[in-house]
């Protein structure tokens, strides 16, 4: 169960990171005016406000998710988030979407520009319940607090190593980055979107029978 969750969590955090999107924009933005480091700090910044909208959602879930209601909506919540991101990703993939960089690469504040873009979306804590209930929803009994350090620890390890996959692509790899590129990241975070929400669907019916 541990090592599932551990996995479960690490793949989420890639596909939740990987497709093309404002913090993407930005750290191409300034990784291609200043190398590795500023595109670094970018991606690290915005793993701060991914992290401060996680406990809060988390937090609440923590209680919700007792009531078996409250759980089953919840559940069916978490479907339609994941149904959602996954149209959004095929949809992108399918016109080519790319990155919509434009503007002057400051040379301050990089961890906080990173982190700003991230703490000024509140959608995200939608995105979190969704998320977390998508996990937690197979164990029985309820989440403890191991199995949300295991979540958190999953999470961030999937979410620190893109941090450097994408910082590396930008400062040594622009050739790559093409629209092909961000497409084949979209069809395949989009797929990963629609498989987590088969697994909570059948979870949740069989919950119910």
């Not at 090592?3 to 989420?12: I, K, Q």
């Not at 959608?123 to 319940?129: A, E, M």
């Not at 199995?147 to 999470?155: C, K, L, P, T």
Request: proline share 3%; aromatic share 14%.
């Amino acid at each position: 169960m541990h090592t599932t969750l551990l996995v479960s969590s690490f793949v989420l955090a890639i596909s939740f990171c990987a497709p093309p999107g404002i913090i993407t924009a930005e750290t191409v933005r300034r990784g291609s005016a200043r190398g590795f480091i500023p595109a670094l700090y970018v991606q690290f910044g915005s793993l701060v406000g991914d992290t401060t909208w996680a406990i809060i959602a988390l937090t609440g879930l923590a209680f919700l998710i007792q009531n078996p209601v409250a759980k089953t909506i919840l559940s069916v919540i978490g479907i339609l988030l994941m149904l959602k991101l996954a149209w959004d990703a095929f949809k992108d993939a399918h016109h080519g979407k790319g990155l919509n960089v434009s503007g002057n690469a400051s040379a301050r504040g990089d961890f906080a520009s990173g982190a700003f873009l991230s703490l000024g979306n509140p959608l995200n804590i939608v995105f979190w319940t969704g998320l977390g209930t998508t996990v937690f929803a197979s164990i029985t009994g309820g989440p403890q607090p191991i199995h949300f350090a295991i979540f958190f620890a999953g999470f961030l390890s999937g979410a620190t190593l893109w941090c450097f996959v994408m910082a590396a692509l930008v400062a040594w790899g622009k050739q790559w980055m093409t629209q092909n590129f961000f497409r084949w990241i979209n069809l395949t975070c989009g797929m990963a979107m629609v498989y987590f929400a088969f697994q909570l669907g059948l979870q949740t019916v069989q919950s119910l029978v």
